[in-house]
């Protein structure tokens, strides 16, 4: 079936780097996605990786996608406070379905 | 454009009531989706519609939620009747070229 699983918290001290980590299972997604929820709100497009590429870089952001082992991680250089957030790994599965995680709560210590 | 409008915001009702969550997504975006969110069960699809028809409504919990897409810029989400456990946050988004867009969400909490 379809599915992402991902860790549910993380913790990074600020200026470190954070490195979130997803699985999913369907080896026909054309994209995968990060997306981040503040407090409050909707979820937001972080970024996003489409199947053919290994990685990609947004500024703070790198997305690198395993599609051999269906393994995509989201790295955030210089954590900030203002990062701290739900992030969710979803991938894109037929039909304009999305499939989402259950989100990684990112914690930043002082 | 305004992104996807939710209304309410906020909904505080008691268990056996009915409750109606509105949507109106970004004009021109063809597929729209309702998900609820809550702590123990992460982000759930509920149903979503692509050109106002239904495509997939497995997530849909039991026959107390219906939902409806009268047009391409309206969309109700009802669940009757109300129970506590229905209490969570519950979106609306749409989508345009592989992106979602999620509107702010309705706190839905059944006393």
């Known amino acids: 079936g379809e599915d992402v699983e991902q860790s549910l918290f993380l913790s990074v001290r600020e200026g470190d780097s954070s490195v979130i980590n997803c699985t999913y299972t369907?080896?026909?997604?054309?994209?995968l996605y990060w997306y981040k929820q503040e407090p409050g709100a909707g979820l937001q497009l972080l970024t996003y990786?489409?199947?053919?590429?290994d990685m990609k870089q947004d500024q703070r952001l790198t997305v690198l996608l395993n599609k051999k082992d269906k393994h995509l991680s989201l790295r955030i250089a210089d954590t900030q406070t203002g990062d701290s957030a739900i992030y969710f790994c979803?991938?894109?599965?037929?039909?304009?379905?999305?499939?989402f995680g259950k989100g990684t709560r990112l914690h930043i210590l002082p | 454009d305004a992104g996807v409008i939710q209304s309410p915001r906020h909904e505080v009702t008691e268990m056996g009531q009915e409750v109606t969550l509105r949507c109106k997504p970004i004009?021109?975006?063809?597929?729209l989706f309702w998900y609820r969110q809550t702590m123990m069960r992460g982000l759930e699809l509920l149903i979503y519609?692509?050109?106002?028809?239904?495509?997939?409504d497995s997530g849909m919990p039991e026959d107390r939620f219906s939902a409806k897409m009268p047009n391409a810029s309206f969309s109700t989400l009802k669940i009757q009747p109300s129970e506590p456990r229905d209490s969570a946050v519950y979106f609306c988004?749409?989508?345009?070229?592989?992106?979602?867009?999620f509107g702010p969400g309705t706190r839905l909490t059944v006393l």
């Open positions: 979803a991938e894109g599965v037929r039909d304009d379905k999305i499939i």
């Open positions: 369907d080896s026909s997604s054309t994209y």
């Open positions: 990786i489409f199947s053919n590429m």
């Open positions: 004009s021109g975006h063809n597929s």
């Open positions: 519609f692509n050109n106002n028809v239904p495509i997939d």
């Open positions: 988004a749409s989508i345009f070229s592989n992106e979602q867009f």
